[in-house]
């Protein structure tokens, strides 16, 4: 049994060392084509540049229609605090047949809150101890519909 594994191992061992010295020649796409064309269609070699911006966009288009006064010194408040992690966000839903703005929750058991459209807290649907919310609108992410990111804190 041994010599039969010797044999295996130094067959493969030949096999690699044999594939690793011909001459094998890599063109990358960076390398431009010998003729100057690709099948007749002249193809744009990749530029040195970064051409992938993962950040995100930090100028987010925000619905600022018809923002009541009221979240406007909400969001001023929340700009003077420091940064929450994650990043609050406010959205404008349309609820029982009504303008409600959510909330979310800076961080961690924290109740996200929603607001009429004059202000009024109308219920907590998630967050606290056990992530349901205070039970005042379970339904919330059920029935909302016509979301519009209202406002996220770009810092």
């Given at each position: 049994m041994r010599p039969t594994?010797?044999?295996a191992f130094t067959?493969?061992?030949l096999l690699l060392t044999g594939a690793c010295q011909r001459g094998v020649a890599v063109n990358t796409p960076t390398?431009?084509?010998?003729?100057?064309?690709?099948n007749g269609t002249d193809t744009p070699n990749p530029t040195s540049?970064?051409?992938?911006?993962?950040?995100?966009?930090?100028?987010?288009?925000?619905?600022?229609?018809?923002?009541?006064?009221?979240?406007?010194?909400r969001i001023?408040?929340?700009?003077?605090e420091k940064k929450?992690?994650?990043?609050?966000?406010?959205?404008?839903?349309?609820?029982?047949?009504?303008?409600?703005?959510?909330?979310?929750?800076?961080?961690c058991d924290q109740f996200s809150?929603?607001?009429d459209a004059k202000g009024k807290v109308l219920c907590h649907p998630d967050g606290g101890i056990t992530g349901r919310g205070d039970g005042q609108c379970a339904d919330f992410t059920?029935?909302?519909?016509?979301?519009?990111?209202?406002?996220?804190?770009?810092?």
């Amino acid at each position: 049994m041994r010599p039969t594994f010797l044999f295996a191992f130094t067959s493969a061992a030949l096999l690699l060392t044999g594939a690793c010295q011909r001459g094998v020649a890599v063109n990358t796409p960076t390398d431009p084509p010998v003729a100057g064309y690709v099948n007749g269609t002249d193809t744009p070699n990749p530029t040195s540049a970064n051409t992938t911006d993962l950040t995100r966009n930090r100028a987010t288009a925000f619905d600022t229609t018809a923002r009541p006064q009221w979240l406007e010194t909400r969001i001023q408040n929340h700009l003077a605090e420091k940064k929450q992690n994650p990043p609050v966000h406010i959205y404008r839903y349309r609820y029982n047949d009504q303008v409600v703005y959510f909330e979310t929750a800076p961080c961690c058991d924290q109740f996200s809150t929603v607001y009429d459209a004059k202000g009024k807290v109308l219920c907590h649907p998630d967050g606290g101890i056990t992530g349901r919310g205070d039970g005042q609108c379970a339904d919330f992410t059920k029935n909302r519909t016509a979301e519009m990111l209202v406002w996220q804190d770009p810092r």
